[in-house]
């Protein structure tokens, strides 16, 4: 949009640039965008979950155990919990790429980190601080696939980007453990570091921008013609997107408190059990890393083929029941863990958790989007994100309390009982109209907004 001056206005103020409130314009590419970002994922993913299994190992190194690793979770956990809201909001403001960018800088940084990490203490660090720094990642990822989505195919591309993410779970801990069992920690380390120094070049280069942020002011420099992009940012910004979080809630209140709710247990129980499943592992059923590593590695590819194949259902069926199901699902592989010690026997249940996973969590996540104003979606998200680092805080500090007193049953046996506390917290779901509070306290209702089925 050319904004051009008066000749009288020129001579007034010549070199003064003119503001205009105008919404910045992207023409992004929306099938090409979400394969970029689901391509992102599964890279970012892979190198993540390769280091991941062998956490253990190299903290047993260190002379360290359970208590040890389920600190670093917990450290990690807490400091992402803290960031998220704001990041969240700091992606409405300033856009997604950003976010996304400066979250896969980090992950580079951290795994160099890992690689020289002397200590279980220097572990911990750099894992909250890996937790606090790329918080904003999942909130932005969701957002763009919510900003470009058809608002009655919200559920499959979600689905769609979360299935490159699952896609690292399949290569990601099958190669940690051959590289761990073959060459040590440190190679597994090293290509994890490549891995993610790739996936930040293939953002960098091909991720466009997708939010449209009307606050966003375009300002024409008359001298040259320049266009440049200017935030209305002031350090009081932050403070005053805080005072007016309430505005930014979905209005549906209940709902989701109980999506959240349901979000914060199916994590703490993941977390509840992480610790003493990988000891438990290498310990009881006698796993080496590439055992671990396959049946982690089962699990993602069926989270992979159900959100990719499965993550429309919830367009179809309702939001509701497709939740319920998967949240069930879920549970199969604390209840196999409890009551199987035959290998083939606990990676069919893993297969039907990932399974389960790939139900609820895009229908979770299209929930929360279906009673969000599209100026708030990344806040909210980042508010799902809060609730899932809550649980798991409180996953692994409860498992280092209880762990000296209960077998590795007792543990599994806890988690399956708090999933079904989940399954209880979905049947009492209800929905409620879809309407908002803008920034601005009046009351709208946004016609692309669905109800929570």
Known sequence: MNTQLSHAEAQESPKEPQISFTTARYFPNPRKTMIILSLCMALQMTGFVM??????????????????????????????????????ALADRFGRRLLVLGSLAVYVLSFIGYLFASSALALILLRAAAGALTAGLVPAVISIAADLAPVDRRGRWIG?????????????????????????????????????????????FTLPETHKNPDRLLIMDEGNGARQKLDAFHPGSLILDWHTFRTALPRSLSAFAALLGIYFTVMYAWAFIEPSFMFYAYDDLGWNSSMLGLVMSTYGIAMMLGEFGLG?????????????????LFSTQFIGLAFFRNYIWISVCF???????????????????????????????????????????????????????????????????????????????????????????????????????
Do not use: C
């Open 51 to 88: 280091i991941l299994p062998l956490f253990a190992r190299r903290f047993s190194e260190f002379g360290a155990g359970v208590g040890s690793l389920g600190t670093s979770v917990m450290a990690g956990a807490l400091a992402g919990t803290l960031a998220a809201p704001f990041v969240g």
């Open 160 to 204: 769609i980007v979360s299935g490159g993410a699952s896609a690292g779970w399949i290569a990601g801990p099958i190669l940690g453990g051959i590289f761990y069992d073959r060459w040590g920690y440190e190679a597994a380390v090293i290509v994890s570091i490549l891995m993610a120094a790739a996936t930040f070049l293939t953002a960098f």
């Open 312 to 328: 429309h259902l919830s367009d179809l069926f309702g939001r509701k029941p497709v939740i319920v199901l998967g949240v069930i």
């Open 351 to 453: 297969v039907a958790a990932g399974l389960g996973n790939a139900l609820f969590d895009p229908a979770l996540s299209a929930s929360i989007l279906d009673i969000t104003h599209k100026d708030h979606q990344a806040r909210i998200q980042g508010l799902k994100s809060t609730a899932g680092s809550l649980g798991t805080i409180l996953g692994p500090a409860f498992a280092i309390l209880l762990t000296p007193f209960l077998k590795a049953q007792a543990i599994f046996l806890m988690a399956a009982g708090t999933v079904l506390l989940a399954i209880v917290i979905g049947l009492l779901v209800k929905p409620e109209p879809g309407t908002f509070m803008t920034a601005q306290g009046s009351t709208n209702t946004n016609s692309s907004v669905t109800n929570v089925k």
